[in-house]
Every structure is written in C-alpha cells, then in structure tokens.
Nanobody, 122 residues
Framework: QVQLVESGGDSVQAGGSLRLSCVAS????????MGWFRQAPGKGREKVAG???????GYADSVKGRFITSKDNDRNTLYLEMSGLRPEDTAMYYC????????????????WGQGTQVTVSS
C-alpha cells in the first residue's frame, strides 16, 4: 500500500516562495507517474506539475516559469518549488502517484496524499 505524506504548505504574501515535499512509502522506487495537483474552494482538482510515464516533467500553463518540480528517487520524495506566488495559487495541494491524469500510460490506480494547504494573500 502506497502512502504519501505532503508537507511545506503555509500562508505567504504574494510574490513569496514555498517548497512542498511529498514522501512516498510502501512502494518500490518511484521515478515516474507522480505529481502535484491542487484544489481551491469551490473548484475542481487541477494538475499543477508532474512526471509522466517516461519521467519527464510537465507543468500547467498557469505555473510555468514559477513552479519547478523535482524528485529524489533514492528517497522516494517529490518536491514542488513555488515562487512568485499569487493569490490565485491558494489551494490545497495534493501529491499523487499513478493514475491517467498524470499520463495516459501510467498505472490506472492512483494514490493520493492528504494534502497541504497553501494560502497566498495579496
């Protein structure tokens, strides 16, 4: 059973930076099909950044140039470096492993963390 634990969420001023972490356990080394999603109040969950089935990173247009995702394969840890934060980035951020939302060729089964809250004030 895969378990994902996110951390690093906080309340910051617009223009600030945060680094989110997601530690995966109960799984063999993860090098692909993992990423970050977010959900703001009253909105659907959207993909922010992640690694496809080939391990290549990709980003939502809304965060390109501001967010960078990286991974430490040996520690099974995924990171999301966020800079130039905007009030519209306010959301619960979730880490995910697997699932076609990351890549149509990723394993069907998706695992989710409990989320970490990011709040950006103007």
């Amino acid at each position: 059973q895969v378990q994902l634990v996110e951390s690093g969420g906080d309340s910051v001023q617009a223009g600030g930076s945060l680094r989110l972490s997601c530690v995966a356990s109960g799984y063999a080394r993860i090098s692909a099909c993992m990423g970050w999603f977010r959900q703001a109040p009253g909105k659907g969950r959207e993909k922010v950044a992640g690694f496809d089935a080939s391990g290549r990173p990709g980003y939502a247009d809304s965060v390109k140039g501001r967010f960078i995702t990286s991974k430490d394969n040996d520690r099974n840890t995924l990171y999301l470096e966020m800079s130039g934060l905007r009030p519209e980035d306010t959301a619960m951020y979730y880490c995910a492993v697997g699932g076609e939302a990351l890549d149509p060729t990723c394993p069907h089964k998706a695992y989710w963390g409990q989320g970490t809250q990011v709040t950006v004030s103007s």
